[in-house]
C-alpha cells in the first residue's frame, strides 16, 4: 500500500483546510486508514480513523466537532476535513494505513504498516 499525503499549508486560526491522503488501487478497499499528527517536540498522536467501508469512524477528544474523516473508495482516497483550526493544531499531518488493522487498534499508531510522507500543517494566530 502506498500512501500520499496532501493538502497541508499556512492558515490563519479559525481556518480550514481539508488533507487528503491517496491510497494504492485494488487495495484500497481492504485497509482502515489513520490520520495521525506530530508537532515540534512531542509525540505523535492519533487524530482520527476510518474503517475499510467507511462505516466506523473514530476522532481524538481534542478534535472532535471540528475535524471529520471521510473516504472515497471510489477515488480511492481517505480526507480530513479540519475546521476552526487551532494553533495546537500545527504539526505535521501523517496518514496511515494497515489492510489487517482490528477496529479497537485504530488509535494505535503501532497498528498501521504503511504510511504516507506527511503534510505540513501551520496555524498562525
Known amino acids: 500500500v502506498q500512501l500520499q499525503a496532501s493538502g497541508g499549508g499556512l492558515v490563519q486560526a479559525g481556518d480550514s483546510l481539508r488533507l487528503s491522503c491517496a491510497t494504492s488501487?485494488?487495495?484500497?478497499?481492504?485497509?482502515?486508514v489513520g490520520w495521525f499528527r506530530q508537532a515540534p517536540g512531542k509525540e505523535r498522536e492519533f487524530v482520527a480513523a476510518?474503517?475499510?467501508?467507511?462505516?466506523?469512524?473514530a476522532h481524538a477528544d481534542s478534535v472532535k466537532g471540528r475535524f471529520t474523516i471521510s473516504r472515497d473508495n471510489t477515488k480511492n482516497t481517505v480526507y480530513l476535513q479540519m475546521n476552526s483550526l487551532r494553533p495546537e493544531d500545527t504539526a505535521v499531518y501523517y496518514c496511515?494505513?494497515?489492510?489487517?488493522?482490528?477496529?479497537?487498534?485504530?488509535?494505535?499508531?503501532?497498528?498501521?504498516?504503511?504510511w504516507g510522507q506527511g503534510t505540513q500543517v501551520t496555524v498562525s494566530s
Open positions: 488501487g485494488r487495495t484500497f478497499r481492504n485497509v482502515g
Open positions: 476510518i474503517s475499510r467501508t467507511g462505516g466506523g469512524t
Open positions: 496511515a494505513a494497515d489492510p489487517s488493522i482490528i477496529w479497537s487498534e485504530a488509535q494505535n499508531q503501532y497498528a498501521y504498516d504503511y
